[in-house]
Nanobody
Framework: QVQLVESGGGSVQAGGSLRLSCKASGRTFRSYTMGWFRQVPGKEREFVAAISWSGGNTPYADSVKGRFTISRDNAKNTVYLEMNSLKPEDTDVYYC??????????????????WGQGTQVIVSS
């Protein structure tokens, strides 16, 4: 069991940057693949980025590739999402997720086992 708490959301103008953090409880953080997803009410949860336990595999959604960077610090039980060149269409609630499967880095939301409560990101034009 792991609990995830996101932070770092807020309001920013287009072109700006934000850094999201997700801190996990427990001592087995490195046993999880971690992912970031985003969702607006009434729409499906959308994959943003994921990272393997070692940090060596980091797939991204095409819509954020080159602008967002996912990283993790296993010593701090924390995964980060650095978001640059933000656009109004990046406005969403961003969720951190953990997957028990460390063999495959999945981009499918239903495959993740644990979720945070979400943090709101608003990008104004």
């Amino acid at each position: 069991q792991v609990q995830l708490v996101e932070s770092g959301g807020g309001s920013v103008q287009a072109g700006g940057s934000l850094r999201l953090s997700c801190k996990a409880s427990g001592r087995t953080f490195r046993s999880y693949t971690m992912g970031w997803f985003r969702q607006v009410p009434g729409k499906e949860r959308e994959f943003v980025a994921a990272i393997s336990w070692s940090g060596g595999n980091t797939p991204y959604a095409d819509s954020v590739k080159g602008r967002f960077t996912i990283s993790r610090d296993n010593a701090k039980n924390t995964v980060y999402l650095e978001m640059n060149s933000l656009k109004p269409e990046d406005t969403d609630v961003y969720y951190c997720a953990a997957d028990n499967n460390i063999v495959v880095v999945t981009t499918t939301a239903s495959r993740y086992d644990y979720w945070g409560q979400g943090t709101q990101v608003i990008v104004s034009s």
